[in-house]
């Protein structure tokens, strides 16, 4: 039987399903427009009478803010933070290295010339298997807490409240999610640095490991955790509440229709140009604090004064920020797109583009 014959539910885990009662509720209820095949599809314009091209979502439906919900958004997290930044490896390891040794590095095309005389092709992706892994985990933290903390935060502030301040709400989920991602990448990304910028410290993460354990002892994985957070909190608060503003502003001024119209390969190229608007403004913002997350991973016994005293405050606003901006705006706008995609294939709504509704008052009884 061929693949486009297969059922699409068969080849995705039953667990991330509800019930069909629920599902038939949720199906009415909560994607009335979205999933309609009687609506048009905005960007997918159809000729001779064949249905124009689409990703369709499964029958079935997963409950919004559901626990298969949650699991949903954690696997679509490890999906596109994981591929992603394995994906941009070759740029990763210029950029630190440009942060570590700029005499060396001294642009963005010598430091490729210099890593494949020195290191040869295969030296380009150096490293990865600590960034699969760790980005892996962060992306599930990530994704999966900011949706849990947006959608407790809306709760706790009140329906008004919520669409009164949805950007301090979007703001204050992906700091709370970001916290726990990064203690969960913060071990991988020690030894990610070091194989990346001392050739001969290791191959990889199996024998990288054990000896940065070795080195600096078991707290020694830790050591960037405070930089790490001073990167990637500012990072992420400005890479989703940045994204759904951006999306929410392209779905009102330059969408000539109602989102629930457009067609989902349309609504997936505004998630990538969205998250790549935002990932401009996320590397520009967390960049001093890569400087620093660079250097005291790859200097044993550093502290962040020896690194503001090394690389100089203008320094850790420039070093190296060229290509993070072209590295984290492609990173960004392709985590986006593939979460969403995710989100699409398992029958949920692609993220952002539509404010909240307004509470609707309950009329007095006579």
Request: aromatic residues 12%.
């Given at each position: ?32 427009s979205s999933s309609s095949p009687q609506a048009p599809s905005f960007g997918g314009g159809s000729a001779g009478g064949r249905k124009p091209f689409s990703l369709q979502a499964p029958n079935e439906k997963i409950e919004m803010y559901s626990p298969a919900f949650y699991a949903a958004c954690t696997a679509g997290g490890i999906a596109s933070c994981g591929l992603t930044h394995m994906a941009v490896t070759p740029l990763d ?140 909190i500012p990072y992420t608060m400005m890479k989703f509440a940045s994204f759904e503003t951006i999306v929410e502003l392209i779905y009102k001024h330059a969408v000539p229709v109602p989102k629930s119209e457009c067609s ?103």
């Amino acid at each position: 039987m061929a693949l486009s014959d297969l059922s699409r539910e068969s080849l995705l885990p039953s667990f991330l399903y509800t019930s069909t009662a629920a599902r038939s509720f949720a199906g009415a209820s909560r994607f009335p427009s979205s999933s309609s095949p009687q609506a048009p599809s905005f960007g997918g314009g159809s000729a001779g009478g064949r249905k124009p091209f689409s990703l369709q979502a499964p029958n079935e439906k997963i409950e919004m803010y559901s626990p298969a919900f949650y699991a949903a958004c954690t696997a679509g997290g490890i999906a596109s933070c994981g591929l992603t930044h394995m994906a941009v490896t070759p740029l990763d390891l210029v950029k630190c290295n440009m942060q570590i040794d700029p005499a060396k590095y001294k642009s963005i095309s010598s430091g490729f010339g210099v890593l494949l005389k020195e290191q040869g092709a295969r030296g380009f992706f150096r490293g990865w298997v600590p960034t699969l892994l760790g980005y892996s985990a962060q992306g599930a933290c990530k994704f999966g807490f900011y949706e849990f903390f947006k959608k407790t935060y809306s709760d706790m502030a009140g329906p008004e409240n919520a669409l009164k301040y949805k950007t301090l709400i979007y703001l204050a989920g992906s700091a709370s999610a970001e916290v726990i991602a990064d203690i969960a990448l913060c071990p991988f990304e020690a030894v990610k640095v070091r194989v990346q910028t001392q050739p001969g410290f290791a191959r990889g993460l199996s024998d990288g490991l054990p000896k940065f354990i070795k080195a600096e002892g078991a707290g020694g994985l830790y050591k960037g955790i405070v930089p790490l957070w001073g990167r990637q909190i500012p990072y992420t608060m400005m890479k989703f509440a940045s994204f759904e503003t951006i999306v929410e502003l392209i779905y009102k001024h330059a969408v000539p229709v109602p989102k629930s119209e457009c067609s989902k390969p349309f609504q997936l190229g505004i998630s990538f140009a969205g998250g790549y608007i935002a990932g401009v403004f996320c590397a520009i913002v967390s960049h001093p604090a890569d400087n620093l997350v660079s250097f005291l991973n790859n200097a044993k016994g550093a502290t962040m004064g020896d690194a503001v005293k090394k690389i100089g405050v203008l320094g850790l606003f420039t070093r190296g920020l060229p290509l993070r901006i072209v590295m984290i705006g492609t990173l960004t706008g392709a985590q986006w797109g593939i979460y969403d995609a995710f989100k699409v294939m398992v029958g949920l709504p692609t993220t952002g583009g539509v404010a909240p509704a307004p509470p609707v008052e309950a009329a007095p009884v006579a």
